[in-house]
């Protein structure tokens, strides 16, 4: 049995929270927020997760360092938004090689780092992993067969938290590509909003489909230009991720994209799903990531002239429609 402690209470952290506490372990959760602490404390449940219980074991605290101290490994369930902040609340608690494991998603737009940079940055003598994959909340907390892939700087590392979160009902694999990984978490949910978006819209299935598709694209060319190993894009942190968020309603991404198709701006759309919508985030950072790295992202452009420039979705799409003609895919050679 391990000692986890699992630093957010959003609804991902409170359904990892479920999943380890089924696999035997004993986990602590942190909230910053007092409110949410007396209701996971005395509700044993969260307000966005009804019906989902905390086991009794679970213990709830606000003190961070407690949360640190008492952990054999941490799990950084932190919206993208604070990462960076919690980090460095935390650094001082945290012992050298104490395993810190990013679960959240995202871009700091004011560096255009990776969550675990930010982390590795602030707390240098931390082993910093990822876990990432098409994993609802709303689905791992209800014991539905889920699949995720776990990053981490060693196989050893690897193969010890594909051990902890394994179960008959989470599936884990191990993988070396720590910013593939990461990279595919971000960025497809910039590519939902898309896919919402067209849904708001009224578009139909043909294109969803080519939002994914040529999503992929967009993403695999960027991270690659960045030095990630392509098959992750086309793995489970990269197309198994972009398929399940372009296409649920448990999506925020989608939801937040379905409202601005239908001519909310993107501040109401944001109200409206009431939950971190980390594509708005990470939408600025993708788009100066591809500047940087000279890599056409044109999906990810129209998203940005949507949200902070005031496009008109349907021009948007018929912008995309009308680029000029080009081969599918460049690397194919003609007989």
Known sequence: MAKISMIGAGTWGIGLTVLLSNNGHQVTIWSAVPAEVEMLRSKREHKNLPGVKLADSVAVTEDLEEA??????????????????????????????????????????????????????????????????????????????????????????????QKIFMSDVFRVYTSPDMLGIELGGALKNVIALA?????????????????????????????????????????LSGIGDLIVTCASMHSRNRRAGILIGKGYTMEAAMKEVNMVVEGVYSAKAAKALAEKYQVEMPIVEQVNQILFYGKAVRDAVRELMLRDKTIENPMLPWD
């Open 68 to 161: 640190v101290k008492g952990a054999d490994f941490l799990v950084m369930a932190v919206a993208s938004v604070y990462t960076r902040t919690v980090a460095r609340q935390m650094a001082s608690y945290v012992p050298e090689g104490m395993i810190i494991v990013d679960v959240a998603k995202g871009i700091e737009e004011s560096t255009l780092m990776t969550l675990s940079r930010q982390i590795s940055q602030e707390i240098p003598q931390a082993n910093v992993a990822v876990l990432s994959g098409p994993s609802h909340a709303e689905e791992v907390s209800r014991r539905m067969p889920t699949t995720c892939v776990v990053g981490a700087k060693n196989r050893h590392t690897a193969e010890y938290l």
């Open 195 to 235: 896919a919402g978006m067209a849904d708001g819209l009224g578009c139909g299935d043909n294109t969803k489909a080519a939002l994914i598709t040529r999503g992929i694209a967009e993403m695999a060319r960027l991270a690659t230009a960045m030095g990630a190993r392509p098959e992750t894009l086309y793995g």
